[in-house]
T-cell receptor, first 115, second 113 residues
């Protein structure tokens, strides 16, 4: 069983630039969620994708957007980067069926630094 | 707004001591409850979960947690900690059928050998 993988591991960007982070879900999972974790804090929910559509969104501005592909992998895009966007970005995958969503399994994260 | 509160931010114990980490949440409807652990240099791992049924749930590595609905609590316990339990522990709540996990701020556990 392949776990959740994310790329890249680390990334340094300049304020105002755009970034794309990638996530491959665990095999057998069809749902992907994205979280932002600032230093010393718990993860904050950005959004979730199920069946290639956004299925819930947290308190993040529209410059945070995403995609889910037919193979259930996902991208997180952030436009017009701000210094406060510096954080660890976590992807989590899960199975959603008729009974609802099961537990989420997390990847190792992408550390984004905005200078 | 829904929130999750972890009372202890930093806990230091000696090996073989008993552990209890507090977690309270603010949502009154149907919830799913989780504890995740992050060992040094590793990613978040699921420790245990509660969806329904027996409110006392057992997880990996000897951990257990009790869901007390009337107290909106889901405290994590372990009778005897080991040095290898040194890690950061996060309580998380998912309300109803939403995909949103709400995390607490985390508790850093340091176990002295």
């Amino acid at each position: 069983e392949t776990g959740v993988t994310q790329s890249p591991t680390h990334l340094i960007k300049t304020r105002g630039q755009q970034v794309t982070l990638r996530c491959s879900s665990q095999s057998g999972h069809n749902t992907v969620s994205w979280y932002q974790q600032a230093l010393g804090q718990g993860p904050q929910f950005i959004f979730q994708y199920y069946r290639e559509e956004e299925n819930g969104r947290g308190n993040f501005p529209p410059r945070f957007s995403g995609l889910q592909f037919p193979n259930y992998s996902s991208e997180l895009n952030v436009n017009a980067l701000e210094l406060d966007d510096s954080a660890l970005y976590l992807c989590a995958s899960s199975w959603t069926g008729l009974a609802g969503e099961f537990e989420q399994y997390f990847g190792p994260g992408t550390r984004l630094t905005v200078t | 707004a829904q929130s999750v509160s972890q009372h202890n931010h930093h806990v230091i114990l000696s090996e073989a001591a008993s552990l209890e980490l507090g977690c309270n949440y603010s949502y009154g409807g149907t919830v799913n409850l989780f504890w995740y652990v992050q060992y040094p240099g590793q990613h978040l791992q699921l420790l245990l979960k509660y969806f329904s049924g027996d409110p006392l749930v057992k997880g990996i590595k000897g951990f257990e947690a009790e869901f007390i609905k009337s107290k909106f609590s889901f405290n994590l316990r372990k009778p005897s900690v080991q040095w290898s339990d040194t890690a950061e522990y996060f309580c998380a709540v998912k309300q109803g059928n939403t995909g949103k996990l709400i995390f607490g701020q985390g508790t850093t556990l340091q176990v002295k050998p």
